[in-house]
């Protein structure tokens, strides 16, 4: 009894391909479709601030030399040199930076490390430089990238899975 029959053979293999379709149409999904939208989603929610993290680490004074707009991300980056307000006088040396923004910068501007990640060993300040109006936003709001992630993961697997067993499907007599 412990005998494969043909068709169970057949129905093995027809799903070993339907499963290999179904792998590769999804993964073709998730590099073409899903991972360029939550790519885009994430970059255009920093357009409307900053996730309220481990608030500001340090205040300076910045002087803007030029600005850059940006469609994703921050709508501005601007080039400037940052005199930290604690070390003005004795402490670390004028730094150059990049400024991430939500309007044109020019001139002398007040400027916040936010957002910090692990040391380096160039400069104390290896946090994201913001100016000080830009917006910092709940938590809660990044959510939603996180949810159209989930949703286009679970949608692709469910289409492709569909295609798969079409293709994979043996063809009908004739």
Sequence with gaps: MGRKT???KAAGKQQN????????LFLAFLLLIAL??????????ERFGTMAGPGVLTAGTAT??????HVLGAPYTCEATVSWHP???FGEPAARVTIRSVRFLAGEVEVQERKCGRPNR??????AVFAADYPTLP????????????????GG??????IARRIAAPAPPA
């Design 6 to 8: 043909r068709a169970s």
């Design 17 to 24: 391909r339907a499963f290999r379709w179904n792998f590769g």
């Design 36 to 45: 360029p939208v939550i790519g885009v989603l994430w970059s255009v929610s």
């Design 64 to 69: 803007v030399s030029h600005c850059d707009k």
């Design 87 to 89: 070390d003005q006088v």
């Design 122 to 127: 160039v400069s104390s300040h290896t946090c």
């Design 139 to 154: 938590g809660v709001l990044y959510a939603p990238p996180i949810v159209v992630f989930i949703g286009l993961v679970l």
């Design 157 to 162: 697997w469910l289409v492709a899975n569909r």
